[in-house]
């Protein structure tokens, strides 16, 4: 296990050659593509089921895309809330594809949904959480990387299927 960090003055940056961690799931979700595509890209709302966020403060206007930013504030395994700067890297509506990139203090990864049909008309969401960092070792290693991307699959289909019923 070799991961690095360089500290410079009082922030991180990830070493390049840092050992990369990454935890892959998926969940079927009782709505539609569509439906479920429409709640997973109102980025304001990721407070709401992606854990650990706390909340959320908009850098970039207009509708959500590549280069789009924000801020995210996330709470660590140790109660410390850190703000991650966050970048929408990929958007693609016609396949359903989002990833962003967040990086704070000793955690620098990507997380990446794909909504996929499936054959009885609903939606299944497949989330890749991938990250390197001395905090993505560490959570690696509790074995919390995988219950993570669990806990926001779960959330945000709690959070479409809510939304879904209300229609």
């Known amino acids: 296990m070799n991961v690095r960090f360089i500290i410079v003055g009082d922030r991180s940056r990830i070493n390049q050659g840092a050992r990369m961690h990454s935890a892959t799931e998926s969940i079927k979700v009782k709505a539609t593509p569509e439906q479920t595509w429409q709640v997973l ?39 410390i809330v850190l703000d ?31 909504v996929v049909p499936t054959e ?15 905090l993505m070792f560490l959570s690696q290693k509790l074995g919390r990387n995988r219950m993570t991307v669990r806990k926001r699959l779960l959330n945000l289909k709690n959070l479409v299927e809510l939304e879904t019923r209300k229609m």
């Open 120 to 134: 009885d008309g609903y939606a299944q969401i497949n989330h890749t959480f991938q990250g390197k960092g001395w």
């Open 41 to 79: 890209t109102d980025l304001n709302r990721l407070p709401e089921w992606y854990v650990p966020a706390q909340r959320i403060k908009i850098l970039t206007t207009g509708p959500v895309r590549e280069g789009w930013q924000f801020v995210l504030a996330v709470k660590t395994l140790s109660g």
């Open 84 to 114: 991650a700067l966050g970048a929408v890297k990929e958007f693609d509506p016609q396949a359903r594809v989002i990833t962003w990139r967040g990086q704070a203090r000793g955690i620098a990864g990507d997380s990446r949904w794909h």
